[in-house]
């Protein structure tokens, strides 16, 4: 079954930036809009950004508007999210996954329309 790789986290002081990277093998994400999770300890997995397979339309929740950017390399079957100005509040493992409908747009709310969930990356902003 194909799985989702995130990586590009780390430790980080408030007000950096960082870029994590979504990649996947024997599946391409072409067709799909990719989205981006995270979940802090004792909290619900909870929407960041998402990209659409054409066009491509973005969204992002209201607390990393104009901080986040999603961005896919369909050549490298990859997508990014850029990250600046972060804030402990932003501290959370960062999942991304595909939504299960083909060519799905707008992106749909909620973890529950995604799947191929990966291991996940730890951003831990701290001074």
């Known amino acids: 079954q194909s799985q989702f790789v995130e990586s590009g986290g780390a430790l980080v002081q408030p007000g950096g930036s960082l870029r994590l990277s979504c990649t996947t093998s024997?599946?391409?994400?072409?067709?799909?809009?990719i989205g981006w999770f995270r979940q802090a300890p004792g909290k619900e997995r909870e929407d960041v950004s998402c990209?659409?397979?054409?066009?491509?339309?973005?969204t992002y929740a209201d607390s990393v508007r104009g901080r986040f950017t999603i961005s896919r390399d369909y050549a490298k079957n990859t997508v990014y999210l850029q990250m600046s100005d972060l804030k402990p509040e932003d501290t959370a493992v960062y999942y991304c996954a595909a939504e299960v409908i083909l060519r799905a747009t707008p992106c749909r709310s909620g973890p529950e329309h995604y799947r191929y969930w990966g291991q996940g990356t730890q951003v831990t902003v701290s001074s």
């Open positions: 024997g599946f391409s994400m072409d067709g799909y809009a």
């Open positions: 990209i659409t397979a054409t066009g491509p339309e973005t």
